[in-house]
């Protein structure tokens, strides 16, 4: 079954102790991107990668990193998180689409994070 | 700045169709029209697009206006598990770099399917 896959679903952690939140998609998609949805705020991107080694800033990407070291996966990475990091997170992937359209944006399940 | 705009709220009854409207005047040639939805705090859902003929698959069918100005999703036959916040995006046909994956999401309408 194609799909995104995020792991933990669900994660509390400590002002300042590092953590990863994995994202694997079995599409061989070219495209992923993390986003975050806090109350209010709607979806909001983090980071995205148009391919292996390509990475870049999304709209509020202060406090994370991401690596794209294979095509499959694309972990965020909070160096050192804050209260303010608590929030609900999404990955996702998409490719190209046939005849100039594109694909859509498929979504991983989501990770729910709490800093205290 | 989403550049959608839709109803927050909407009811329906079940069975009935859903007609979820959306306003985007500012779309340009090159963008397509998408329709997510997310139920409760699940990952948002791919549901259809179109960029300027009306469109129906096995969840729904979009109806776009001749200026391209708005657009209705319809729901058929609206069940409870329709219960959802349902999202209008505009984004660019492939081809234009990273923004063409991009999906700006705005505040979308809460649809109740009411039994």
């Known amino acids: 079954e194609a799909q995104v896959t995020q792991n933990p679903r669900y994660l509390i952690t400590v002002t300042g102790k590092k953590l990863t939140v994995t994202c694997s998609q079995n599409?061989?998609?070219?495209?992923m991107s993390w986003y975050r949805q806090d109350p209010g705020l709607g979806l909001r991107q983090i980071y995205y990668?148009?391919?292996?080694?390509?990475?870049d800033k999304g709209d509020v990407p202060e406090g994370y990193k991401v690596s794209r070291k294979e095509k499959r996966n694309f972990p965020l990475i909070l160096e050192s998180p804050s209260p303010n990091q608590t929030s609900l997170y999404f990955c996702?992937?998409?490719?190209?689409?046939?005849?100039?359209?594109?694909?859509?944006?498929?979504f991983g399940n989501g990770t729910r994070l709490t800093v205290t | 700045d989403a550049k959608t705009t839709q109803p927050p709220s909407m009811d329906c009854a079940e069975g009935r169709a859903a007609n979820l409207p959306c306003n985007h005047s500012?779309?340009?040639?090159?963008?397509?029209v998408y329709w997510y939805r997310q139920i409760h705090s699940q990952g948002p859902q791919y549901i259809i697009h179109?960029?300027?003929n009306n469109e129906t698959n096995e969840m729904a069918s979009l109806i776009i206006t001749e200026d391209r100005k708005s657009s209705t999703l319809i729901l058929p036959h609206a069940t409870l598990r329709d219960t959802a916040v349902y999202y209008c995006?505009?984004?660019?046909?492939f081809g234009s770099g990273a923004g063409s994956y991009q999906l700006t999401f705005g505040k979308g309408t809460k649809l109740s399917v009411i039994p």
């Open positions: 996702a992937s998409s490719t190209p689409g046939v005849g100039g359209g594109n694909s859509p944006l498929h």
């Open positions: 599409m061989n998609h070219e495209y």
């Open positions: 990668s148009m391919n292996v080694e390509v990475t």
């Open positions: 500012t779309i340009s040639g090159n963008e397509y």
């Open positions: 179109g960029l300027k």
């Open positions: 995006i505009v984004r660019p046909r």
